[in-house]
């Protein structure tokens, strides 16, 4: 039987319009027409996610914090991730407050990431606790403790950073970005100004406009330690 006109993507466009409705008026913005949205906020982005099932119609709803210190393409989570589990589509009446719901909670999920992350210093702090027990964390630890004006810190996590990556063929490629930045520890200054070269890199691969300024003026704020 073929479906009705209009009905094929009925739960996409529902769904579109809960996440405007909830994440608009907060300053975030839909990337192109997926079903991503992100709240940019300088040196990291708030990525929410009405994550779709390979099995049936409806959603996840992810959302979590992202550092821009890695140029890579895309979108991923770094802090925070599952908010809300799966709710399939089965009707617009069934479907419409499930998903409303959902985009409520990212909106609500944004406005408490943005008061968690208030600073660089907030993040180096999270990434501390985290790089304690998680080697995946000791490069975004290092870039954090640069930021601060804790250069000897910093170093340290680099070098960590450096020998759990060695045995992976992506190993080299990271090693090389640790290398670059813990050679300008010595200069708070010039290591500022190479993350956010970095930043703003990461940045255009995601079809973000420059915002070196606003950036620049958030680690100028940081006083050391």
């Known amino acids: 039987m073929s479906k ?16 405007r409705a909830a994440l608009a008026p907060l300053g975030c913005r839909r990337v192109g027409r997926s079903r991503t949205w992100i709240s940019d906020e300088g040196f990291w982005l708030i990525v929410i996610e009405f994550q779709p099932s390979g099995w049936e119609k409806g959603t996840y709803l992810n959302v979590g914090a992202m550092w821009l210190w890695q140029d890579f393409r895309g979108f991923c989570f770094h802090h925070g991730y599952r908010e809300d589990d799966f709710t399939p589509f089965e009707t ?26 208030r600073s660089v210093g907030d993040v ?17 630890a290092a870039v954090a403790c640069g930021l601060t004006g804790e250069p000897e810190l910093a170093r340290d996590l680099f070098q960590r950073h450096d020998a759990s990556v ?4 992506w190993g080299p490629k990271r090693i090389a ?27 255009r691969l995601k079809g973000l406009q420059s915002d070196r300024e606003r950036i620049a003026a958030s680690f100028a704020l940081e006083p050391p330690g």
Request: hydrophobic share 45%.
């Open 177 to 203: 970005e640790s290398l670059a930045l813990a050679g300008v520890l010595h200069d708070r200054a010039k290591f500022r100004d190479a993350v956010i070269d970095v930043i703003e890199a990461s940045r």
């Open 166 to 169: 060695a045995r992976f063929s």
């Open 124 to 140: 180096k702090r999270l990434l501390l606790k985290l790089a304690s027990r998680n080697d995946g964390r000791l490069y975004d």
């Open 4 to 19: 009705a006109p209009g009905k094929s993507n009925e739960h996409g466009k529902l769904i579109a319009a809960a996440a």
């Open 92 to 117: 617009a009446e069934q479907f419409i407050p499930n998903v409303e719901r959902k985009a409520r909670r990212a909106a609500e999920r944004v406005q408490e990431l943005r008061a968690e992350f």
